[in-house]
């Protein structure tokens, strides 16, 4: 498949855009699969259906599988001379059938308004979306079906856990009053830990920090470990210092002790690099152990894990070898058509997943890199090339399996089933394109780590959504007419994606529907937008 190449402007604003999402975004980490929590589905609308993370079947009187839904409207683009957008209003949240996706007789849709991004407290008690343009966190209750309340929050609030009891939802914030070009602050940047109290539906700060917090997880229910960075410039620019992890007692707003990291790499930096200086940026991943005791950080652009001990505060770096070469990896993807997620056309992204096993005994590592190839000054010819799958034994730190291909997964709840995908966009010589490369949908049996079906090979998997039993998996890929456009930028009305519920028990495709840009009960974002993901 080949793509008209986009004006160079359109690509720089689109690699500002995905940037500012790589730096608010959080990596996804293993369900817990004990019986005694649920969550709901929830089907978002932007990217298409995207969810908060399930886990176990959900309890009586609450719903399965929540759908959301929006108004979505077309704004430039046309004329080839603005970046095309859509944006969504008017949201809503309605609980479906988890296979017909109907709505469910007896609850009444909620309306959410603008708000997005739904994450579910593990009691399953509450969803949190938050609205980005008026700085409000709305409070759902499930099990009366209800709200939301709405809470004020501070600016770049993003949710980044709930405490084990689901009394509490924290986010790690940065805020300047004064901004001044380039990233940086009039002022002393201001660096906080904020808690909302959904039953309350109130936000109060736990903390103030004195440096970048980069990721936040909680680890119990009185503290939280941070992996954080120093600097004068805002998103990971000019880091000063090692970065290092960070233990926050959230009663008393106090860190505890600081760990420093001194071989890791966060952030963006100018570098020079085989073919050139190029700008890049390190999106590494965390990963607690169940037992609280240890975190797993794997680093962005090598096949390495810290080992942090959070009780004895020491770490230990661990190399993990690969069966073949990067090099001969990416050869045999070329030619049997196994493909990765496209990334920013400005500057090189290096970006890991992590997730760890409910037992504690396992590593799940996937992660995109980009490449660079003469003549492609600042530029990178090919974007978010899958570095494959690594299953890692905790105990000996050592690689168990391998699958190539794979740049990014999703566990299901009970640990059984990994469901991983991939694709990359390629420069092509001499011609003024792009060629999209993309293998679809591996489904891996993990007590095996055996393939157990390989679904729309040779096709771009968009979102893969898991229902709470383990036992559906909602993937959407794009439609026919999203995978011919006739040129940049691209226009979609119709057959924009499709959408599969898939029996994973089965390993069968039960049933396959057409979505457009906007089809009643189902958000699916057509056009341009959907490029950057």
């Not at 920090?209 to 997880?217: I, N, S, T, V």
């Not at 233990?247 to 505890?256: F, N, Q, R």
Request: include cysteine.
């Amino acid at each position: 498949m080949r793509l008209t190449r986009p004006p160079r402007w359109v690509v720089l604003v689109g690699a500002a855009a995905l940037l500012l999402w790589l730096a608010l975004n959080a990596l996804a980490t293993a369900s817990d699969p004990s019986p005694a929590v649920a969550d709901p589905i929830l089907l978002d609308g932007a990217p298409p259906l995207a969810l908060a993370s399930p886990t176990v079947p959900p309890r009586e009187g609450t719903p399965e599988v929540v759908l959301m839904r929006a108004v979505s409207t077309r704004v430039g683009g046309g004329d080839g001379t603005t970046v095309p957008s859509v944006q969504l209003t008017d949201r809503v949240m309605q609980p479906v059938d988890p296979v017909s996706l109907e709505p469910l007789a007896g609850w009444p849709p909620l309306d959410v308004s603008a708000a997005s991004e739904p994450t579910v407290s593990p009691d399953r008690q509450f969803a949190a979306l938050i609205d980005w343009d008026a700085n409000s966190l709305g409070i759902v209750d499930l099990e009366v079906w209800s709200g939301p309340r709405w809470v004020e929050v501070p600016d770049q609030f993003w949710p980044r856990g709930w405490s084990p009891d689901s009394s509490a939802l924290l986010s790690a914030a940065t805020a300047c009053t004064q901004p001044l070009a380039e990233g940086r602050c009039g002022e002393e940047w201001r660096h906080e830990v904020w808690s909302v109290d959904p039953e309350a539906a109130s936000a109060s700060m736990v903390a103030e920090l004195d440096a970048w917090p980069d990721e936040l997880l909680v680890r119990d229910a009185s503290t939280a470990v941070l992996l954080m960075h120093r600097g004068d410039v805002c998103c990971g620019i000019e880091v000063q210092g090692e970065p290092f992890v960070a233990i926050l007692d959230l009663g008393s707003g106090t860190v505890v002790a600081e760990i420093p990291l001194p071989d890791l790499v966060v952030g963006q930096r100018i570098e020079e690099r085989e073919h050139g200086t190029f700008g890049t940026i390190r999106r590494v991943a965390l990963a607690l152990h169940p037992d609280g005791r240890r975190l797993y950080i794997a680093h962005a652009d090598e096949d390495r894990v810290a080992v942090v001990d959070l009780e004895a505060e020491e770490v230990e770096t661990f190399d993990l070898a690969r069966e073949r070469s990067l090099f001969s990896r990416l050869g045999g993807w070329l030619l049997g058509g196994f493909v990765s997620t496209a990334e920013a056309k400005g500057g090189l992204n290096f970006r890991k997943q992590m997730a760890v096993s409910a037992d504690g005994s396992r590593l799940y590592i996937a992660g995109i890199e980009d490449h660079t190839c003469p003549d492609h000054e600042y530029f990178g010819c090919r974007s978010g090339v899958p570095l494959g799958l690594q299953v890692v034994d905790t105990a000996s730190m050592q690689v168990v399996h391998e699958e190539p291909g794979i740049g990014r997964f999703e566990v299901a709840p009970g640990g059984r089933w990994l469901l991983g995908s991939g694709r990359y966009y390629e420069e092509v010589e001499g011609e003024d394109q792009m060629a999209l490369h993309a293998f679809g949908l591996k489904v891996l049996d993990l007590q095996t780590n055996e393939v157990v079906r390989h679904l729309w090979p040779g096709e771009p998997i968009v979102r893969v959504t898991l229902a709470p039993d383990g036992r559906h998996a909602y993937v959407v890929t794009y439609g026919s007419h999203h995978l011919d456009p006739p040129e940049w930028p691209l226009e979609c009305e119709e057959s924009c994606y499709r959408l599969a519920i898939l029996d994973l028990n089965r390993g069968t495709v039960m049933e396959e529907r057409d979505l457009g840009p906007e089809v009643p009960g189902i958000e699916a974002l057509g056009g341009a937008s959907a490029w950057w993901w």
